[in-house]
T-cell receptor
Framework: SQQGEEDPQALSIQEGENATMNCSYK?????LQWYRQNSGRGLVHLIL?????REKHSGRLRVTLDTSKKSSSLLITASRAADTASYFC????????????FGSGTRLQVQP | EPEVTQTPSHQVTQMGQEVILRCVPI?????FYWYRQILGQKVEFLVS????????KSEIFDDQFSVERPDGSNFTLKIRSTKLEDSAMYFC???????????????FGEGSWLTVV
């Protein structure tokens, strides 16, 4: 698989449920960022987790990072219909470069 | 909250024509980027720009592409002779300079849809 692959590709849940999206990557990273994209719109930054961090919280979002497994997860608790969007992970390399490598994204549908 | 703004939001152009996409990064940011997203595909890095020069570029960013910071606020992407396969959403982004070695948040604009016909 390529750098920054999300799984599942699509997820449909009911409002109020939790949504968990996973991201795997292959190379060493210095940070991992999660973004949200509504259909045809821009990328909204959600959260950044650094390679020396294991977990971060922001509101209803919880992100974990396991560098030994080269994986991250994004948990959205108590989901709302407005959370319907595509969610992407993007990795920042540890080479001093700044270019992010994006995954294919998870399309989340929250049913009201 | 400060944001990256892009113009135009949508442009249709004839194959072979030149296109300039414009961006106003967040005002105190020092790193600027262009990414693109072909419909249904991943977001791909094109180029990063710092201190008035290109700092990184991808294989996609060939001689048909150029970037410029013509003044203190704008950052442009020029495609010299557009091809059908250049049709995509082009995102401008910016980030602050940080002393932290572990990267910093990159903020994206709403994108410019380019359709080449």
């Amino acid at each position: 698989s390529q750098q920054g692959e999300e799984d599942p590709q699509a997820l449909s849940i009911q409002e109020g449920e939790n949504a968990t999206m996973n991201c795997s990557y292959k190379t060493s990273i210095n940070n991992l960022q999660w973004y949200r994209q509504n259909s045809g719109r821009g990328l909204v930054h959600l959260i950044l987790i650094r390679s020396n961090e294991r977990e971060k919280h922001s509101g209803r979002l919880r992100v974990t990072l396991d560098t030994s497994k080269k994986s991250s997860s994004l948990l959205i608790t108590a989901s709302r219909a407005a959370d319907t969007a595509s969610y992407f992970c993007a990795t920042g390399p540890d080479t001093g470069r700044r270019a992010l490598t994006f995954g294919s994204g998870t399309r989340l549908q929250v049913q009201p | 909250e400060p944001e990256v703004t892009q113009t135009p939001s949508h442009q249709v152009t004839q194959m072979g024509q030149e296109v300039i996409l414009r961006c106003v990064p967040i005002s105190n940011h020092l790193y600027f980027y262009w990414y693109r997203q072909i419909l249904g595909q991943k977001v791909e890095f094109l180029v990063s720009f710092y201190n008035n020069e290109i700092s990184e570029k991808s294989e996609i960013f060939d001689d048909q592409f150029s970037v410029e910071r013509p003044d203190g606020s704008n950052f442009t992407l020029k495609i010299r002779s557009t091809k059908l396969e250049d049709s995509a959403m082009y995102f401008c982004a910016s980030s602050d300079r940080t002393s932290m070695p572990s990267g910093n948040t990159i903020y994206f604009g709403e994108g410019s849809w380019l359709t080449v016909v």
